[in-house]
């Protein structure tokens, strides 16, 4: 299953889709107020399925991902020189490729690919595309690529995606 959104600058309280390759929506984020970036995620029937947090008293960012209210895992900064660097610990995924240029992949514990992530130039903005294999992990990958997207553009309490 192929994912898109499309970059753009946004404030903290838009809000934007998330669509498959025949252009159906298969979520909706919002921006809340919260101290950090808060985003919440829904499904397209309008249910809150799924919600970034960062948390804003660290040193190098961190983001919390909850299913509902169950969580998932947190997205870590480690320490780089030149570029950022990230640490994902949900289900021993590890991500693998090149951050700055958007082409990077993650895999499983057995190397097994769980999503390609990247960017595609359509029309005059930047798209994301996220391909997943298992339809399973796609909630866990958007919410991973939400938080590196913010992470990257360096916002606090403000996001950097809109919709198509």
Not at 12 to 30: G, N, P, S
Not at 37 to 66: M, R
Not at 119 to 146: G, I, Q
Request: aromatic share 18%; glycine share 6%.
């Amino acid at each position: 299953m192929k994912m898109y959104f499309k970059q753009n600058l946004f404030h903290l309280f838009d809000t934007f889709d998330v669509y498959d390759e025949y252009e159906q929506r298969l979520y909706h984020v919002k921006g809340k107020f919260s101290l950090g970036t808060l985003l919440k995620i829904y499904d397209a029937d309008d249910n809150e399925i799924g919600t970034v947090k960062e948390q804003v008293f660290s040193f190098l960012s961190k983001y919390d991902l909850y299913e509902k209210s169950y969580y998932l895992g947190q997205l870590r900064q480690n320490f780089a020189f030149f570029r950022k660097k990230y640490q994902f610990d949900y289900y021993g995924w590890q991500v693998e490729g090149d951050f700055p240029g958007w082409n990077y992949h993650i895999v499983d514990q057995s190397g097994e690919l769980i999503a390609q992530v990247r960017k595609e130039f359509f029309r005059v903005s930047e798209h994301y595309v996220l391909d997943v294999p298992e339809p399973e992990n796609a909630l866990a990958v958007l919410m991973f690529t939400l938080a590196i997207v913010v992470d990257k553009q360096g916002n606090t309490n403000a996001a950097v995606l809109s919709s198509s």
